[in-house]
């Protein structure tokens, strides 16, 4: 009887074991990734980002301080669109960290880090391993040196993901740019 118990709990196993794996592979029960992401804007502290990654893209989400805003304001000069700070003042930036020419993961260098122009004081933001380009904390695209080529070394912005403002508080990005 112990023998015939035994096959049968096997048997058992067995039979729950392929009726999980037809549930599995006509259903696809695998992880899918939520539709958006929520951010809960007070859980970010103003003035460095904080980083994400939604839809295999990484991204970052900075929440602005008046003192930053006023840096940004005075870097507009030496972005290579000059496409100022937007009034009222934003509460904070949100873009992909993904090089626009070429999909390299770019890095964060914060505030007084060592840049590839150093002629001018860095107030920190973004830049690209692959090819040499630096963002601002706005995601906008510096111009490293007043000479430089804009046929040859102009750079695009970051992208900005899709995303609304929910509940005052709450970002919903919906949609980030493939790598």
Known sequence: MTLRRALLVIALLLATGAWIAVVYWMTGMTHKESPWLDIDLNTVPPGSPKFYTFQGTPLALLRTTDEMLDDLEAQTAHTWNQRPIATPRPAFFVYALVGPVDGCEVEHSPLGADRYAPSR???????????????????????????????????????????????????????????
């Open 121 to 179: 004081p860095w107030q920190g933001g973004y830049y690209d391993t692959c090819r040499f380009g630096e963002w601002d904390y706005a995601g906008r695209a510096i111009r490293q040196y007043a000479d430089q080529d804009p046929r040859l070394l102009r750079m695009p912005d970051l992208d900005v993901p899709d995303f609304e403002l929910r509940e005052q508080h709450i970002l919903r990005i919906t949609r980030a740019a493939k790598r």
